[in-house]
């Protein structure tokens, strides 16, 4: 499939350029692709200085899209987020557009800011567009939030609301390197200050793979894998609250995403089994009782996967 050798193309220039100036993170960098060519939005939790930013800055100039960093704070209000209109004494007033209007915005710290400034997201996430004053404002395509927080409880910050949660498409995670690449990091510290990161691709390309995707086969047997997943861990003895429907969406355009990268025009369930706890582990909320008992989330997804059925797929006959 000729369209499938392109988009193969536009991704392995999308890596090895992003191998260039970000050091490891593996993982990360292909839940931010996949996330992106699904339409969907990261939540990155990690400690300060493990390279969030130079990673989503890095991933916007290699898109060829703008990139926009807003670094949130207790004072923060939602205006410095979306913009707002400055009035002249004649009467006659100017948008002001704010950082929002970018293609990749990192929600730097959200965590920090109270949560009135981080429901400012919510339109934007959800529909790509914003409101301000009753007049509605598109965002550039492609549009995507890379948005960081500290370790819950951490000094100074919010816990972000489940509404906010839930419209983030993963959760993941950013840990200190290994001891290796802490030391190629120090090695190419000066090539990365200067971030001399190539632009190889455009957001027309980015919009190709998105429809792409639209168009990779999932079969009715993977549906109800994913199905039976949620299920599961809705109907979890240890589960007070389960994953929304959003969860299940995130899985099936993550699942046809991640089959686009992988060079395939159809989803098979190690598509699913990869992207299920990227896209579940934020959604769960465990009961205090099972919390007490040292039941881990992370555990409690493995083990739901263990158990559920996998599906036979035979590849789709085009």
Do not use: C
């Amino acid at each position: 499939m000729e369209e499938l050798k392109e988009a193969s193309e536009i991704v392995n220039r999308i890596r090895k350029e992003l191998d260039e100036i970000v050091v490891g993170k593996g993982d990360l960098k292909e839940a931010l692709l996949i996330a992106l060519i699904a339409g969907g939005h990261v939540l990155i939790e990690g400690m300060t200085g493990t390279g969030k930013t130079l990673l989503a800055r890095s991933f916007a100039k290699v898109i060829g899209g703008e990139f926009k960093r807003i670094q949130f704070t207790a004072d923060m209000l939602p205006s410095d987020i979306t913009g707002f209109y400055m009035y002249r004494p004649d009467g006659s007033s100017k948008f002001v557009r704010g950082p929002i209007f970018a293609n990749i915005v990192l929600a730097d710290e959200l965590n920090r800011s109270t949560p009135r400034t981080q429901a400012a997201l919510l339109e934007s996430m959800q529909e790509g567009r914003v409101s301000i004053e009753g007049v509605t404002y598109d965002l550039p395509r492609p549009f995507m939030v890379v948005a960081s927080q500290l370790p819950y409880g951490y000094e100074g910050t919010y816990p972000l609301t489940e509404v906010q949660i839930d419209r983030f498409m993963f959760r993941v995670w950013s840990d200190y390197p290994e001891r290796d690449e802490e030391a190629e990091i120090l090695r190419k510290i000066d090539y990365i200050d200067e971030f001399k990161v190539e632009t190889v691709s455009n957001p027309e390309e980015i919009l190709k793979l998105q429809d792409l995707s639209r168009h990779i086969y999932v079969s009715e047997e993977i549906v109800d894998y994913i199905l039976e997943i949620i299920s599961r861990l809705r109907t979890n003895p240890d589960v007070l609250h389960g994953p929304s429907p959003r969860a299940s969406i995130s899985i099936y355009k993550g699942a046809r995403s991640l089959a686009l990268l992988e060079g395939r025009d159809f989803v098979i369930p190690d598509d699913v089994k990869r992207i299920a706890p990227l896209a579940l582990v934020h959604r769960i909320k465990l009961r205090a009782e099972a919390e007490l008992e040292g039941i881990k989330i992370d555990y409690l997804l493995d083990e739901v996967l263990k158990e559920t059925p996998v599906p036979k797929v035979e590849r789709r006959v085009s």
